[in-house]
């Protein structure tokens, strides 16, 4: 269907995602990444396209298939989300940063495959550009939604991020081998902002994912009053 015959709550509105890891490179063939499977992401985007929205997606190295209707543009290293971004950020009203975005790379990638010889190797690393808080303090930044993975205590942390990062919701989510989050099907979430916050109770990630995007929606349309 015609973006312009678009129904739902979100009819014409441009919403930009990010999902799944980043991969960042140490040789051709090894790379430091992290278990996001990237299904939250990819059900949000689908989510997103049920309430109408336009949607574009930039995703991480994930198995998974486009939802349909959705934009995808495909990236390996947080540089790589970090410019895809960037490139197409003026052009939509909300931004939701739901990737896994390697905090630090190797500071130095080897153009062959590197060779063991000591028993110790060291790798020194350097900070990756936070997307999510550059989106957010842009002079015209867009509505933006963050997420907050965390091992412990996910609302202090998420609302610490929140004010932080200055977003205006966060999802807190709790990873770890004993949770949801990570590499499952199911999550639970507490989505957090200025002066509220509602419990999503433990749910497949698609039936979340409509629930955020319903809640999202709504404060969207009540940010400026
Ligand atoms: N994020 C981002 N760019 C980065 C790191 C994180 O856009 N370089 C985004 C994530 O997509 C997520 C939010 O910031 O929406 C929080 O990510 P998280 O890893 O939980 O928090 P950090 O700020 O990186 O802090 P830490 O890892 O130290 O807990
Ligand atoms: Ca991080």
């Not at 989510?47 to 995703?59: D, N, R, T, Y």
């Not at 895809?84 to 009203?93: G, T």
């Amino acid at each position: 269907v015609a973006d312009r015959f678009r129904q739902g709550p979100l009819a014409g509105v441009r919403v930009l995602l990010t999902a799944g890891p980043t991969r960042e490179p140490l040789d051709p063939v090894r790379f430091i990444g992290n278990r996001s499977s990237g299904k939250m992401g990819f059900a949000l985007a689908n989510a997103f396209v049920q309430a109408g929205a336009q949607v574009e997606l930039v995703a991480g190295p994930v198995a998974l298939e486009t939802p349909s209707g959705v934009r995808r543009v495909d990236v390996e290293t947080a540089a790589e989300m970090e410019q895809a971004v960037m490139d197409r950020v003026a052009d939509c009203d909300i931004f939701v940063g739901c990737a896994a975005v390697a905090d630090y790379r190797p500071d130095v990638v080897a153009d062959q495959k590197i060779k063991k010889s000591q028993d110790r190797m060291e790798i020194r690393l350097v900070r990756n550009a936070d997307i999510l808080a550059s989106v957010a303090g842009l002079p015209e930044a867009p509505f933006t939604v963050g997420f907050a993975a965390e091992t412990q205590d996910p609302e202090g942390y998420a609302e610490k991020k929140r004010v932080a990062k200055r977003v205006d919701m966060i999802a807190a989510n709790l990873v770890g081998a004993e949770q949801g989050g990570f590499e499952r099907d199911e999550n639970a979430l507490t989505l957090l902002w200025d002066g509220g916050r509602e419990r999503l109770p433990m749910a497949d990630k698609s039936r979340l994912a409509k629930q955020l995007v319903s809640l999202i929606a709504g404060h969207y349309e009540k940010r400026d009053s």
